[in-house]
């Protein structure tokens, strides 16, 4: 899946909402994603306007002031001026001008705003600077509660279609010495989550597996299939809970279907998923469909 180009955007409409329903005329998930929604915003920004007082310049008072309109008052997307990534970006990498309490909260607002089917307005307008995409690739350098708002903020992209279709582009850049690309991206969000020592990044990883899953199957790409699918046979080795069994079998299932190097996977790393029959009749169904392609 290409990234759309500059021209492609503005022909699409502005308005999020018209745009979200006309793109599910054309592709309407099969099941509801899995987002986490446990979020009071009010709080977040109170929070976040806390630690940002005095330290931001006037025209990142006034992207602020534009997030809360966004936000609070339920203002389209448009709210937010051209300048709003640029301060997200001085949040999110200045280290020493904000502390990391400042970034987890910044990030837990970034994924209320993910909920909202216009949030993709914002998502194209990254397209040259990769703001959000560059600081996801180090997700394993950040501190733990950033990532575990940073998997929140990937997950609830899934929650529309637009958004959802950003976080599986194809086009690619080169980041400190690494050609990547969303896909590849969200791919190590993903797998980073999941083979977590963390229970909260391992079940939100379960979540944006099950995500990634329930997408047409022509944007999952071979490649990411069996990277995806190893990552979820190294979490069987844990002690995953049954709702985290029935979004990775999901998953694995329907990897199955993309790549039949996921087949070989299953019979040569394992261990294979019968291991988890009797959890729920919903698990064994899955078993059953995996074992019609890899037997016992």
């Not at 602020?64 to 990498?93: C, K, P, T």
């Not at 909920?115 to 307008?125: A, E, N, R, S, T």
């Not at 609830?156 to 279709?165: A, D, K, R, W, Y």
């Amino acid at each position: 899946m290409s990234e759309p180009t500059a021209q492609q955007q503005q022909q699409q409409p502005q308005n999020g909402k018209e745009r979200s329903k006309s793109t599910e005329e054309k592709e309407i998930p099969r099941e509801p994603a899995l987002v986490c929604k446990d979020i009071n915003i009010k709080t977040e920004l109170e929070c976040l306007v806390k630690l940002l007082d005095g330290k931001i310049y006037k025209e990142e008072e006034v992207a602020m002031e534009e997030l809360h309109q966004y936000l609070i008052e339920d203002d389209g997307s448009w709210a937010l001026g051209d300048n709003f990534l640029v301060f997200v970006q001085r949040v999110l990498r200045d280290s020493q001008g904000f502390s990391p309490d400042t970034r987890i909260h910044m990030i837990r607002t970034l994924a209320y705003a993910a909920l909202k089917d216009d949030v993709i307005i914002i998502l194209h307008q990254d397209r040259r600077d990769h703001t959000l995409m560059n600081f996801a690739q180090d997700i394993d350098k950040h501190t733990p509660e950033e990532q575990q708002a940073w998997a929140m903020f990937t997950c609830n992209l899934f929650e529309n279609v637009g958004p959802s279709e950003w976080l599986l582009y194809i086009s690619e850049w080169e980041y400190n010495g690494q050609t990547i690309s969303n896909i590849r991206v969200t791919t190590k969000v993903a797998v980073h989550c999941i083979l977590s020592n963390c229970p909260q990044l391992k079940n939100i990883g379960s979540m944006i597996l099950y995500n990634i899953a329930i997408k047409e199957v022509k944007t999952v790409f071979d490649d990411v299939a069996v990277e995806l699918a190893m990552a979820i046979l190294q979490f069987f080795q844990s002690s995953p809970n049954e709702d985290q069994i029935f979004r990775t079998l999901k998953a694995l299932a329907r990897f199955l279907e993309v790549s039949p190097d996921v087949q070989m996977i299953i019979q040569m790393i394992g261990p294979h998923p019968k291991q988890f029959a009797g959890k729920s009749e919903r698990v064994d169904e899955l078993i059953k469909i995996i074992s019609r392609k890899v037997p016992a």
